[in-house]
């Protein structure tokens, strides 16, 4: 395992991040604490030291094995949780149990820290964006955390471009702390952050946490198997077609499909902007599968044949400006040295 910094800080954090949204069993389809502690010791035993939860993550328990797992070095590792959603022990008759106001924020993170038994929170995430609170309320309020000394670095999760964007100016305007970090389902089956969300994190100097990374499990293959039932309604045929033609060429490579997938990931250059593939798995040899990803080094060909496998359109305004046609219009006689408007 290798390490990245996390975004316009000194944080070091391993290139994967273990996801522990299936730790426990509250859901119906996570992991018992066994298998959890297996898991985590394996990537622990890997050199990772990422870990990524939630206040919410069945029901609370996430948090409850993850601050027990970390307890006898907690300072190995970097801890990120998230606050916004509800759990299924929060009354929901309270308009206030969830959202991203200081109200729920400072009770959020006040449970997280007696969850996880620790005393301070490495990075916490905006879980969501409401679409109702202000952003001076948000920023004034996570700034308030970073100067008790309860939370270190912030990060945001599932939220536009633009409002993150207008956030971290916010802050840097006001002295508040900023984000370092973006949480975002990225994959070579939803290549949609690449329209306004990866271009802001580079530009904004973002690390990007990249969930979702093997389609919900799609671009493994698995779902192709006689009888199998997917839990998630993206699986198109396209998207199998998709994981059919991963795998021939994972066949070629000499990986399996899943490190394939996430191996895309986390070496598409995306102009510095470091992407770290989040991991979430339900069993340890599901895990071992995908840090296996560490041993596939794609050459530019290969990540060409793969973006050419999952084509994306940017859409206006990009491919608009991206045009020749305007671009002359803009530079004049200078266009074909100038043509440098990114976009990928």
Known sequence: MRYKLLGRSGLRVSELALGTMTFGEDWGWGAPHAECLKMFNAFSEAGGNFIDTSVNYTNGTSEKFVGEFIAPDRH??????????????????????????????????????????????DLYYLHAWDGMTPIEEVMRAL??????????????????????AKANMLAELRGWTRFVAAQLPYSLADRSPERDLLPMACADELA????????????????RQPGAV????????????LADQIAALASEIG??????????????PWHGAPIIP???????????????????????????????????????????????????????????????????
Not at 91 to 97: F, G, L
Not at 143 to 164: E, F, H, R
Not at 230 to 241: A, D, H, L, V
């Open 76 to 121: 190995r590792y970097v801890v990120a949780t998230k606050y916004t959603l509800r759990d299924g022990n929060t009354n929901r008759q309270d308009p206030n149990a969830g959202g991203n106001a200081r109200k729920n924020l400072v009770r959020s993170v006040e449970k997280s820290l007696r969850s996880l038994q620790t005393d301070y929170i």
């Open 143 to 164: 700034d308030d955390l970073v100067q008790s000394g309860k939370v270190l670095y912030i990060g945001i999760s599932d939220t536009p471009a633009w409002v993150i």
């Open 208 to 223: 990007v946490a990249a969930w979702g990374v093997l389609g919900g499990g799609v671009l493994t293959g698995k779902y």
């Open 230 to 241: 997917t839990r998630y309604s993206g699986s198109s045929e396209r998207r199998m077609q």
């Open 255 to 268: 990986c399996t499909p899943s490190q394939l997938a996430i191996a895309w990931v986390q070496q598409r």
């Open 278 to 344: 989040i991991l979430g798995a339900r069993s340890l040899a599901q895990l071992q599968d995908n840090l296996g990803s560490l041993n596939v080094h794609l050459t530019p060909e290969q990540i060409g044949e793969l973006d050419a496998l999952s084509p994306i359109q940017l859409g206006f305004p990009h491919d608009f400006l991206a045009g020749s046609e305007v671009r002359s219009l803009i530079f004049g006689d200078t266009f074909p040295l100038t043509d440098n408007y990114r976009t990928s």
